[in-house]
């Protein structure tokens, strides 16, 4: 997953520039979709069924790249969510805007009792 958004595609060029800085988020959260999120961030985010962006905890980048330093796991579902087909990285636990998004590597369908894992190190922050 590498897919900057419009939104920090254009605060980066604004930062890197010296047009206007950038203020880092001081936590990222993990989103999932059922459908692709674009660079835009206009995909379906899930809702209902105990769902709730996770905190993501990251390793040091290096060589460009980075992942994820501890698992991140999402509450029980209540309820069904769908299939989950991508992932996105927002800067707020709700609302906020969305920094990177990619697909996953298999859809999941997330059924209610289900718990969906990301494990440390599967998600990977790139730039080339």
Same mark, same amino acid.
């Given at each position: 997953?590498?897919?900057?958004? %419009?939104?920090? =595609?254009?605060?980066?060029?604004?930062? @890197?520039?010296?047009?206007?800085?950038?203020?880092?988020? *001081?936590?990222?959260?993990?989103?999932? /979709? @059922?459908?692709?999120? @674009? %660079?835009?961030?206009?995909?379906?985010?899930?809702?209902?069924?105990?769902?709730?962006?996770? *905190?993501?905890?990251?390793?040091?980048?290096?060589?460009?790249?980075? #992942?994820?330093?501890?698992?991140?796991? /999402?509450?029980?579902? @209540?309820?069904?969510?769908?299939?989950?087909?991508?992932?996105?990285?927002?800067?707020? *636990?709700?609302?906020?805007?969305?920094?990177?998004?990619?697909?996953?590597?298999?859809?999941?369908?997330? =059924? #209610?009792?289900?718990? /969906?894992?990301? =494990?440390?190190? %599967?998600?990977?922050? *790139?730039?080339?």
């Amino acid at each position: 997953m590498a897919a900057a958004s %419009d939104y920090l =595609e254009l605060k980066i060029l604004e930062h @890197t520039l010296g047009i206007t800085e950038y203020t880092q988020p *001081s936590t990222t959260y993990l989103a999932l /979709f @059922t459908t692709d999120p @674009t %660079d835009a961030g206009t995909g379906t985010e899930v809702s209902g069924g105990g769902y709730a962006r996770q *905190s993501i905890a990251w390793n040091t980048p290096a060589s460009g790249a980075t #992942t994820n330093s501890a698992d991140v796991t /999402f509450p029980q579902a @209540t309820g069904n969510y769908g299939t989950v087909t991508h992932i996105g990285i927002y800067d707020a *636990s709700s609302a906020g805007n969305l920094l990177y998004h990619g697909a996953l590597s298999a859809s999941k369908s997330v =059924e #209610t009792n289900d718990t /969906f894992l990301v =494990e440390a190190g %599967d998600l990977s922050i *790139s730039l080339d």
